[in-house]
């Protein structure tokens, strides 16, 4: 039940258009999907990885040094996958530059470190980890997928060189960086709508079922009373009953 | 003389470090509702980079790479930021106590914020020189302080206008800010 929940967490909070955590990363690399992906993989390991070590650190990490030791634990991570993404990734490496040493200070991580690792268990915190970065991973290529295709008119990931075809014109301020302010902020306002939608929704049906339950309420009344009323008709009345 | 006006025009107008880099986003966004504490967090931020530019550049050259430990820079930078961050705050709190009271809980906040990291990474694979990265650092700063006052300005408009209901928030703060970067492109060309 617990578990269920955590994992839906990810959709309902998204990290990005929700919780606005995790912006830089979300715009500085999201010109195109390949570097997109890739950011949001190598985010979601570093989430998975930190979550799983602080939660099963959490009761001996005294509380008043608890940042900078989940800043310790967060940077060994990412000096691990710069290793890994310099050796057998070197051109994604190369493309994704400074933003990948920049996992470190991502509010994601540190974020879901202090409000969930810290709290729950080992299990649980791995599922979180894997819920908020899938919600990450989501945000950031529906960025990259939106900025590539329109601003660009090509998907290097799949080898595409045209989307729309040749006579589309690419709406280049899109793969700028004001393109990236531009994107983010109509996707905030769309998820906005839609949450609020879904909200008003829940809250018609809660309100619905009160009112049912209400009505209900007074029609056990009205019955009761009614039977009463009967009761002292069948008393007035005896022989009805009888027949 | 020329490299540091080429740095001084280049770090603030042409490669504003929010507006064209995408770095310290969670603060430009978070801190900009009031021009004051836009302007004392920009302050502060200004002073954290300036600092950790020169000593994140003297640690990686004459530390790190004479011990061949560079695969370690991002642990060892983010340390150095966090101890900075820490005895500037001390410093404040000692010799100016009302720009401290000013500032509150800004100042702890400096150690995540990406300009800081994103600038000291910057200045060690670029430059050669220490001032130059000192200077570099702190015209960094300024083009920070220089956006987040800006947007505080404009948000504070918002308070006086009709704004759709999804809008309201983030998402308005997000576009006000494509069309402030959008301005910065006309500098593009200026060096």
Known sequence: ?243 | MNTFFTILIGAILVNNIVLTQFLGICPFIGVSKKVQSALGMGIAVTFVIALSCVATYMVYNYVLIPLNLVYLKTIVFIFIIAGLVQITEILIKHFAPKLFNALGIYLPLITTNCTVLGTALTVTSQFTNIFTAFFYGLCTGLGFTLAIVLLAGIRIKFDMAYIPKPFRGLPIALIAAAIMSMAFGAFTSII
Do not use: H
């Open chain 1, 1 to 243: 039940m617990k578990a269920r929940q955590v994992l839906l967490n990810g959709i309902l909070q998204n990290p990005v258009f929700v919780l606005a955590l995790g912006m830089c990363p979300t715009l500085g690399t999201s010109t195109t999907l390949e570097s997109a992906l890739f950011m949001g993989l190598s985010t979601l390991f570093v989430l998975i990885c930190s979550n799983f070590i602080i939660s099963l650190l959490r009761k001996i990490i005294p509380s008043s040094v608890r940042i900078p030791a989940y800043i310790l634990i967060v940077a060994t991570f990412v000096t691990v996958l710069e290793i890994i993404m310099a050796r057998f990734l070197p051109e994604i490496s190369m493309a994704l530059g400074n933003y990948l040493a920049l996992i470190v200070v991502n509010c994601i991580i540190l974020g879901r470190a202090e409000a969930f690792a810290s709290k729950n268990s080992v299990w649980l915190s791995m599922l979180d980890g894997i819920s908020m970065g899938l919600g990450f991973v989501f945000s950031i290529c529906l960025l990259g997928l939106t900025r590539e295709a329109l601003g660009a008119n090509t998907l290097k990931l799949f080898n595409i060189d045209s989307v729309f075809g040749a006579s589309y014109t690419p709406i280049a301020i899109l793969v700028k960086p004001a393109g990236g302010f531009l994107v983010l902020g109509l996707y905030a306002a769309t998820f906005n709508a839609i949450y609020e939608q879904i909200n008003k929704k829940n809250e018609d049906k809660k309100f619905k079922q009160k009112i049912k339950e209400q009505s209900r309420k007074v029609d056990d009344k009205t019955i009761l009373e009614g039977q009463n009323k009967t009761s002292q008709g069948i008393q007035a009345q005896p022989k009805e009953e009888s027949l």
